[in-house]
């Protein structure tokens, strides 16, 4: 497994070994052992599946309790993703990571506890994977408003995105709660 840098050094893009030929292909996309090796030693507890159009964008999604780090990839299509810090002791709280992640590529990206994440559909569809080392919370999950100028993230959009009601009513990073 190979690890590429992104803007925060917390959240890593990883690129699994894959073996390909005219049958297709194998990749290892989990190994506790070898992510331990990395520095991720996450306890996985739930596996989530979404499929979206193209322009729908989810997110910046987080749960103030019974937080998430998350191990996402796109097993159909690509998208924007994004990781955004909100741990207020932090010395990079308020960072951005970006990258694409895409089924051709088999890129994984690491999201750890304490950060908002969210993505942008760049295909006709995308179908987006996570693990998540916590369970789904309803009532503790918290939307941080995309288009924040205070967060300065380049979505690579034509026109509006396609969001959930509840993505349209997420607060800006300054009136948003976030992690000690």
Not at 27 to 32: D, W
Not at 161 to 180: G, R
Request: aromatic letters at 12%; charged letters at 20%; glycine letters at 6%.
């Amino acid at each position: 497994m190979q690890v590429i840098a992104t803007q925060h050094p917390e959240v890593l893009l990883l690129r699994p070994r894959v073996f390909g030929d005219a049958r297709g292909f194998f990749l290892e996309s989990y190994n506790r052992k070898a992510f331990a090796g990395l520095g991720i030693d996450a306890e996985f507890v739930q596996d989530n599946h979404s499929r979206s159009a193209k322009n729908v964008l989810r997110g910046l999604h987080y749960q103030i309790r019974q937080p998430q780090g998350k191990l996402v990839r796109v097993v159909a299509g690509e998208v924007f993703d994004v990781a955004v810090d909100l741990r207020r002791s932090s010395p990079h709280f308020g960072r951005i990571a970006t990258m694409r992640l895409s089924a051709d590529t088999h890129e994984m990206a690491w999201i750890p506890v304490g950060f908002a994440h969210g993505f942008l559909v760049l295909s006709e569809h995308a179908e987006f994977l996570y693990k998540t080392t916590d369970y789904y919370a309803p009532e503790f999950e918290r939307s941080l408003l995309w288009s924040d100028p205070a967060l300065n993230i380049a979505w690579p959009l034509d026109g509006e995105p396609l969001l959930s009601a509840k993505d349209q009513a997420a607060l800006p990073l300054t009136e948003c709660e976030v992690f000690v």
